[in-house]
């Protein structure tokens, strides 16, 4: 391995970990998949555009290996369905130390829930929270259309919306 290929992993590998950890909700099988990542990035390295960000390209073959390791995984496909759709609510928080500590609660809560939605939600929701990937990259990478991923971006935020819900009915 190069050394300038060395740097580079050293400087990803978490966000590679934290992205594959999203997509999996594994972490032993993160570890795995962001080591697997790193092997598929050098032997494409000559497909790599330096004009670009190295971060984008690592991350993109990071969710692309995720999403495959997922169809494996499934003893069923990941339900990509057509069918309805919902209406999602945003909700703002107040500024503060109170906030704050509010805030990072409200954040594992966030993770929590997201780690427990069924793949066909966490994909795409990891995918544009996360990854910050666009609606048309995820329909692409998904095989799927683009309104489709909005259906069910709408429908993960309202499972999570409910599951953050019922936490805090219990917590009180």
Known sequence: MS???????????????????????QPHQAEEAAQEVFVKAYRA??????????AAWVL??????CIDLIRRRAREPLGFDEAGTDVAA??????????????ARDA?????????????????????????????DIAARLGITRN???????RARRALREALAEREVEST
């Open 60 to 65: 993109r073959i990071a969710g692309n290996h």
């Open 148 to 154: 489709h991923v909005g259906v069910l971006l709408l």
């Open 108 to 136: 594992e809560a966030v993770r929590a829930a997201v780690d427990a939605l069924p793949d066909r939600y966490r994909v795409p929701v990891v995918l544009a929270y996360f990854e910050e990937a666009s609606y048309d």
């Open 45 to 54: 390295i000559d497909r790599y555009d330096p004009a670009q960000p190295f």
């Open 90 to 103: 945003v909700a703002d928080t107040a500024g503060g130390a109170e906030a704050a500590l509010a805030d």
């Open 3 to 25: 050394a300038e290929f060395a740097e580079l992993y050293r400087s990803h590998y978490r966000r590679v970990l934290g992205l594959c950890q999203r997509l999996l909700g």
